[in-house]
C-alpha cells in the first residue's frame, strides 16, 4: 500500500470521482449506483468479494462501498486485501447494527458505516462527507509538520516515524491532521467527527475511539505511554508532544 494519494490530490472540478460498489442484492445495489450516478460519479457495480479486489486493483476507486455479506470473500476480508495496495475510502453496509460486525469491519481498515436499511440520500450524505476533505486539500487548518520523530507531510498525505514510512488510511490521516491542526486543544468525539465528517454526521461516536486505537498502533503508541495521541478524560483527545 502506497501514502503518496496522488490520485486523491490531483483531483480536479474536471475529473469524475470513481465509486465502486460491491453489493449481491441487485435492485439495492442498482438504486445505489444511481444516486452516485445523478451526483456526478462514475460507478461500477461487481457482486462478490473476489471480483471487488481485482476491480479496485484495476480501476482504483476513489470510494468503495462494501457490503459485508459476500459470496467468494466476505467483505471483512476484502476490506483487509484493499488495505494491502489501496488508499480508498471504504464504506461498509452491515445488514443489523451489529456493534461486534462494525467493529470488525472499522478494524479491518474501513473508515465508516451505514446500517441496513438504509435510505439512499443517507447513504449519498456519507459518502459526500467521506471524500469533502480529500476534494478541499488546500482549505486544511495550518499546522505544525513535525512532533518529537514523528513528520507529516500534509501535500504529499505522507508520514514517517523515525525515518519510516507509516501506512495510514485516509481517515487516520485526517484524524491526525485535524490533531495536529489544534495542538493545544483537547477534541470531544463530537468535535472530530465533524471536524471529519461535518457537522450534519450522525451515527455511533465511538467510531472516534477505534480509529485513535489503530492510529496508536501504527504509530507504535498505546494508552499507557499516549506519546502522539492523548486521552482527554471526560472530554476525548489531544495531540501529545511526542
Known amino acids: ?36 450516478r445523478m451526483d456526478g460519479y462514475d460507478v461500477m457495480i461487481v457482486r462478490d468479494g473476489a471480483r471487488a479486489v481485482e476491480a479496485t486493483r484495476t480501476s482504483a476507486p476513489h470510494v468503495v462501498i ?30 443489523r447494527a451489529d456493534e461486534a460486525e462494525v467493529l470488525r469491519g472499522l478494524e479491518a481498515g474501513a ?43 500534509p501535500a504529499a498525505r505522507r508520514v514517517t516515524l523515525a525515518g519510516e514510512l507509516v501506512d495510514l488510511t485516509p481517515t ?12 493545544t486543544e483537547a477534541l470531544s468525539r463530537r468535535a472530530l467527527i465533524e471536524a471529519l465528517r461535518g457537522s450534519n454526521w450522525y451515527g455511533d461516536e465511538s467510531l472516534v475511539d477505534v480509529h485513535v486505537l489503530h492510529l496508536r498502533r501504527k504509530l507504535g503508541d498505546d494508552a499507557a505511554t499516549q506519546r502522539f495521541v492523548r486521552t482527554v478524560r471526560g472530554i476525548g483527545y489531544q495531540m501529545g508532544e511526542g
Open 1 to 36: 500500500m502506497t501514502n503518496g494519494h496522488e490520485w486523491r490530490d490531483s483531483t480536479s472540478e474536471h475529473e469524475r470521482l470513481r465509486a465502486l460498489v460491491v453489493e449481491d442484492e441487485t435492485d439495492l445495489a442498482a438504486a445505489v449506483a444511481d444516486y452516485l
Open 66 to 95: 462494501l457490503d459485508l455479506g459476500l459470496p467468494s470473500l466476505d467483505g471483512i476480508e476484502v476490506c483487509r486485501r484493499l488495505r494491502e495496495f489501496s488508499d480508498a475510502y471504504v464504506l461498509i453496509l452491515t445488514a
Open 111 to 153: 473508515d465508516d458505516y451505514v446500517t441496513k436499511p438504509f435510505r439512499p440520500r443517507e447513504l449519498l450524505a456519507r459518502v459526500r462527507a467521506l471524500l469533502r476533505r480529500s476534494r478541499t486539500p488546500g482549505q486544511l487548518p495550518p499546522m505544525p509538520n513535525q512532533v518529537g520523530d514523528l513528520v507529516v507531510d
Open 172 to 183: 487516520e490521516f485526517d484524524l491526525l491532521t485535524i490533531l495536529l491542526s489544534r495542538p
